[in-house]
């Protein structure tokens, strides 16, 4: 797939707390945060945000690494230049303190700027809520973003952090005590999560959706699909459920499961359903 060059998207900056990043964004309705993947913006997830658009929603993608639009997939560039942007892209986040990637029972402190971003989306765009998505490195910020009452579709595609290296780091998501808190009052009172992971993804184990059902019981929605529904033509192994191993055909796992999740932000979004 050729790098995308985001024409059909606008871009502007949002400032909180003396930090500005940019945003893209494309269509009209309320606002789903699509937060993405490691290394970036790639190709495939800006084609998520498009479908979010035709849904009847904003996508909102703030850009927190990368370069955006590039095709992160070596044979786009080359292996050797892929490999140094992921390196150069993933060397700073993980030395940066705005991101979690191994401490357990923390949440990143870049949520507090994606938390600002969704009350200023949802301010602009109106709705009953916000929705979000977050993918991999990023897949456990949806969770903690909803603390906040707006938050009323958070999505956790193979949410990878922290690290599953030891026995707790497998069984935890990174959200603070505190957070993780009020999120289980949340679903107490009616918030859904949705979770998606392929079953032999070794960043997102078994155990880490069962944690997530023991803290949220049955307001846990958990799609875990097999190794062998993943798109054949991906250069990596199964991960990333929406894009990278999507087979985007009527019937297929992935697609099926692609269809869930837009579902799931609409009908929280745009059928005027609300939450307390």
């Known amino acids: 797939m050729a790098d995308d060059d985001l024409s059909d998207f606008s871009l502007a900056e949002f400032t909180h707390d003396g930090k500005g990043r940019n945003v893209f964004r494309i269509g009209t309705g309320p606002a789903v945060i699509v937060i993405a993947e490691m290394p970036g913006i790639s190709p495939k997830v800006l084609e998520f945000a498009r479908r979010v658009s035709a849904a009847g929603c904003t996508a909102v993608v703030p850009h927190l690494f990368g370069r955006p639009g590039r095709d992160p997939i070596p044979g786009a560039h080359g292996y ?12 700073p986040i993980c030395a940066s303190r705005e991101f979690v990637v191994l401490a357990t029972g923390r949440t990143s402190p870049v949520v507090h700027w994606l938390r600002a971003l969704a009350a200023h989306e949802h301010e602009r765009c109106g709705g009953p809520g916000v929705g979000a998505v977050g993918m991999c490195f990023t897949g456990g910020y ?3 973003m909803a603390t906040d009452d707006r938050l009323l579709a958070p999505v956790l595609s193979q949410p990878s952090m922290p690290l599953p290296i030891t026995p707790r780091q497998r069984r935890s998501i990174d959200i603070s005590a505190g957070d993780m808190a009020r999120v289980k009052q949340r679903c107490a009172s009616g918030l859904n999560v949705l979770g998606l992971r392929f079953t032999g993804d070794v960043f997102v184990p078994a155990e880490r959706f069962e944690f997530l059902r023991e803290q949220l019981g049955d307001a846990f929605i958990g799609v875990e699909l097999d190794d062998a529904d993943a798109n054949p033509d991906s250069m990596i192994r199964p991960h990333s459920v929406l894009t990278e191993h999507l087979i985007d055909e009527p019937g297929q796992p992935t697609r099926v499961a692609l269809d869930q999740v837009i579902d799931f932000l609409t009908a929280r979004l745009t059928r005027s359903v609300e939450l307390s």
Do not use: F, H, R
């Not at 050797?80 to 060397?91: D, E, I, P, Q, Y």
């Open 80 to 91: 050797l230049s892929s490999a140094a942007n992921v390196a150069t892209t993933m060397v």
């Open 142 to 144: 949806a969770l903690a």
